[in-house]
């Protein structure tokens, strides 16, 4: 069965610190990988999306890039934190049927 | 454009059942969706139908669709306190996760 890792569950840090938060599945091979925030008491947003290694769309203009370094490996990144990246993130994969599923999410809070 | 629209808040008793409403804005959307999300947690997959679809029923989970008046509908029934959690509608043109849309979500309050 697929399996969705996220690492880590919490962070919290200071306003320019630099961020990774990584994503991985087990089970299945060139997975459509996702990546959303979640803003306090809103929906999701899409941030980024990866069809294959190296491939990486970004749906909205951020402080924050995506990288996909292996096949079920996806990774967010940022340079320098701002207050407003602060949200819950989650990770994604949709299967070929049309099914998306979530991983456990990473709750950042930027202080 | 397209937008979901959900109620933020329901709040119903043990036992009573619980409809959660949805409205979508694209006619062309093929796949819709139901998540769940409890406190902390990612989103679980609930259930889903495809807009050819009117009704599917999935133990104590019904979901309709008026695709006319592009209206999703959630019912749990008997809901009990561990259904209490973020609902989230979501809909799709195809099968790529890019194009899903999620509505803003519905937090239920099951009471005692």
């Known amino acids: 069965s697929q399996t969705i890792h996220q690492w880590p569950a919490t962070l919290v840090q200071p306003v320019g610190s630099p961020l990774s938060l990584e994503c991985t599945v087990e089970?299945?091979?060139?997975?459509?990988l996702y990546w959303y925030r979640q803003a306090a008491g809103r929906g999701l947003q899409l941030l980024f999306y990866?069809?294959?290694?190296?491939?990486i769309s970004s749906e909205v203009p951020q402080n924050l890039s995506a990288s996909r370094p292996q096949d079920r490996q996806f990774i967010l990144s940022s340079k320098k934190l701002l207050l407003s990246d602060s949200g819950f993130y989650l990770c994604?994969?949709?299967?070929?049927?049309?099914?998306?599923?979530f991983g456990p999410g990473t709750r950042l809070t930027v202080t | 454009g397209e937008d979901v629209e959900q109620s933020l808040f329901l709040s119903v008793r043990e036992g009573d059942s619980s409809v959660i409403n949805c409205t979508y804005t694209?006619?062309?959307?093929?796949?819709l969706y139901w998540y769940k999300q409890e406190p902390g947690a990612g989103l679980q997959l609930l259930t889903y139908?495809?807009?050819?679809?009117d009704m599917k029923q999935d133990q104590r989970l019904t979901v309709l669709l008026n695709k006319k008046d592009k209206h999703l509908s959630l019912r749990i029934a008997d809901t009990q306190t561990g259904d209490s959690a973020i609902y989230f509608c979501?809909?799709?043109?195809?099968?790529?996760?890019?194009?899903?849309?999620f509505g803003p979500g519905t937090r239920l309050s099951v009471l005692p």
């Open positions: 990866s069809v294959g290694i190296g491939q």
């Open positions: 089970g299945t091979s060139n997975p459509n």
């Open positions: 694209d006619s062309s959307s093929t796949y």
């Open positions: 979501a809909e799709a043109k195809d099968n790529y996760g890019q194009n899903f849309v």
């Open positions: 994604a994969w949709i299967t070929a049927q049309g099914e998306q599923y």
């Open positions: 139908i495809f807009s050819n679809m």
